[in-house]
């Protein structure tokens, strides 16, 4: 089955760190550029990052520019998301998500819920 | 403040015929081809069309996309009760060197 699925999500203090990791099963990861997407709750979707096939291409969203790093492992199908210096405002369900052409986000994973509390 | 600007609300009745706009900028849509998505509550977003007017396979042919200069347009005929959801409108920005999706629209079937 094609598929995305996250982890790594939960709570954590401001200005705190965690490691979401996606792993992607059915299709030739390796071939894929990847994204992380976020929708803090009750809000709207945000981009917040891009990788290439071979890692060489990579993109942040301003807000997160700094902060967040991007990264993944084709030996393992899986994609990487390091964030840092959290704040209550990264509070949001993360999701993977392929992309098909450049960017199109074609297939996305379940998500994975960061909550940034006291 | 989404980049992409969208109403945020929509309503039709079934067998309707209902559009959603996205409005952009010349960095984004005037630019770059738009994607739009569908989400229903809880899940995650499903990618409806793609390159302004492009149907992934599966999607039904009652699903319509267009693009003219720095505006997109999604249409939805034959409104059916499971089409409520929120639908939003994504392209890249090519001075922002990145994606940018609009607030999106929730569209409520009456």
């Known amino acids: 089955e094609v598929q995305l699925v996250e982890s790594g999500g939960g709570l954590v203090l401001p200005g705190g760190s965690l490691r979401l990791a996606c792993e992607a099963s059915?299709?030739?990861?390796?071939?894929?550029?990847m994204n992380w997407v976020r929708q803090a709750p009750g809000q709207g979707l945000e981009w917040v990052s891009f990788?290439?096939?071979?890692?060489?291409?990579?993109y942040y969203a301003d807000s997160v520019k700094g902060r967040f790093t991007i990264s993944r492992d084709n030996a393992k199908n899986s994609l990487f998301l390091q964030l840092n210096s959290l704040r209550a405002e990264d509070t949001a369900v993360y999701y993977c998500?392929?992309?098909?052409?450049?960017?199109?986000?074609?297939?996305w994973g379940q998500g994975t819920l960061v909550t940034v509390s006291s | 403040q989404s980049v992409l600007t969208q109403a945020p609300s929509a309503s039709g009745t079934p067998g309707q015929r209902v559009t959603i706009s996205c409005s952009g900028s010349s960095s984004s849509i005037g630019s770059n081809a738009v994607n739009w998505y569908q989400q229903f509550p809880g899940t995650a977003p499903k990618l409806l069309i793609y390159n302004n007017s492009q149907r992934p396979s599966g999607v039904p042919g009652r699903f319509s996309g267009s693009k003219s200069g720095t505006s997109a347009s999604l249409a939805i005929s034959g409104l059916q009760s499971e089409d409520e959801a929120i639908y939003y409108c994504?392209?890249?920005?090519?001075?922002?060197?990145?994606?940018?999706f609009g607030g999106g629209t929730k569209l409520t079937v009456l």
């Open positions: 990788i290439g096939s071979g890692s060489t291409t990579i």
């Open positions: 994504a392209a890249w920005d090519d001075s922002l060197f990145g994606v940018v």
């Open positions: 059915g299709f030739s990861f390796n071939t894929y550029s």
């Open positions: 998500a392929r992309s098909r052409g450049f960017w199109t986000a074609d297939l």
